[in-house]
């Protein structure tokens, strides 16, 4: 699972420390993992670059620019290192609100 070149894999122990920290089902922690693998560059973070072509591929809308997808990652990073860990984006999902998701991904915002 771990082998070198191979797409890391959700460990059980982080599966249930996500389970124990969110509503989420298994299913749809996977699910989202599923995406984030797959724009991951395999360090287990995903950089701006990376969280936009996420953003993109997991709401379906490519008319998203890097200012909203930089202000939902700014949103996400909450320890501020520059990076959101599958940890952080699922903590952040679930914190978030869906009203919320909507107004960030409907308004560009200006700060
Ligand atoms: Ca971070």
């Known amino acids: 699972m771990s082998d070198k070149g191979s797409k890391r894999e959700l460990t059980d122990a982080e599966l249930d420390a996500l389970k124990a920290s969110s509503v989420m089902s298994e299913e749809e ?33 490519d008319s998203l620019d890097r200012v909203k997808t930089d202000t939902i990652f700014g949103a996400f990073d909450t320890n501020n290192d520059g990076t959101v860990t599958f940890r952080e984006f699922i903590l952040a999902v679930v914190a978030i609100s869906n009203n919320e998701l909507d107004i960030m991904l409907t308004h560009s915002f200006h700060m």
């Open 29 to 61: 922690i996977r699910k989202y993992y599923e995406h984030f693998v797959n724009v991951d560059d395999g360090d287990g973070k995903l950089t701006k670059e990376e969280f936009h072509n996420f953003a993109r591929k997991l709401f379906g809308n």
